[in-house]
């Protein structure tokens, strides 16, 4: 397996996927669920976000070149639903509704947090640039293991938590809310200055 390609696409990953920074994300949007309940939306919101990355790494370029999507419109797109999250956050109001972690682990969290625009573009330029099959297998082994240190960070923040009064959990949910919103604006802005 080329270690130069693996290297590349781990680092690059896990700067973009930000484990550290969206473990407090994941607390905010999860904090009515129970913990094992949090942990499962953990474990899914790992595993789909790993399968999205992958996916697109593969099959992106083809399916964005069928539909006639641009990596900056997914950008612009995937600004949008983080704001829509981010308002959710600030108003205070709960995400998920109910005991529903499968759907809080799908959107936000799998999608945009982790498999965001930036992930999977620099998952497609990576699989393009390593056109060998020993590249593409060490493309796709360090894709995981960047989202395996994503897993880790959310599992470690949730044990966390426990020890955490509810009345700090609801006000860093509103700062962390606001932090959201910024980064929901700078893809936007992204998506549009690469548009024009």
């Keep these: 397996m080329p270690w130069r390609a693996f290297g590349e696409t781990f680092v690059t990953l896990v700067v973009i996927t930000d484990p550290i920074g969206n473990a407090p994300i994941f607390l905010s949007v999860t904090r009515r669920l129970e913990p094992r309940a949090r942990q499962r939306a953990a474990v899914q919101a790992v595993v789909a976000a790993g399968a999205l990355i992958v996916g697109f790494a593969i099959f992106g370029e083809l399916v964005l070149r069928y539909l006639h999507v641009s990596i900056e419109s997914l950008s612009i797109a995937g600004g949008l639903l983080l704001l829509l999250v981010a308002l959710e956050m600030l108003r205070g109001t709960d995400f998920p509704s109910g005991d529903d972690d499968t759907g809080v682990a799908l959107v936000p969290l799998a999608t945009p947090l982790v498999a965001g625009p930036g992930a999977i573009?620099?998952?497609?330029?990576?699989?393009?640039?390593?056109?060998?099959?020993?590249?593409?297998?060490?493309?796709?082994?360090?894709?995981?293991?960047?989202?395996?240190?994503?897993?880790?960070?959310?599992?470690?923040?949730?044990r966390v938590t426990r020890?955490?009064?509810?009345?700090?959990?609801?006000?860093?949910?509103?700062?962390?809310?606001?932090?959201?919103?910024?980064?929901?604006?700078?893809l936007v802005v992204n998506g549009v200055k690469g548009l024009t």
């Design 121 to 158: 573009a620099t998952a497609m330029v990576l699989w393009r640039n390593h056109h060998h099959a020993s590249g593409h297998i060490a493309v796709i082994v360090g894709i995981v293991a960047a989202v395996a240190c994503v897993g880790a960070a959310l599992l470690v923040s949730e």
């Design 163 to 186: 020890a955490v009064r509810p009345s700090v959990i609801a006000f860093l949910t509103r700062v962390f809310g606001l932090l959201l919103s910024a980064i929901a604006v700078q």
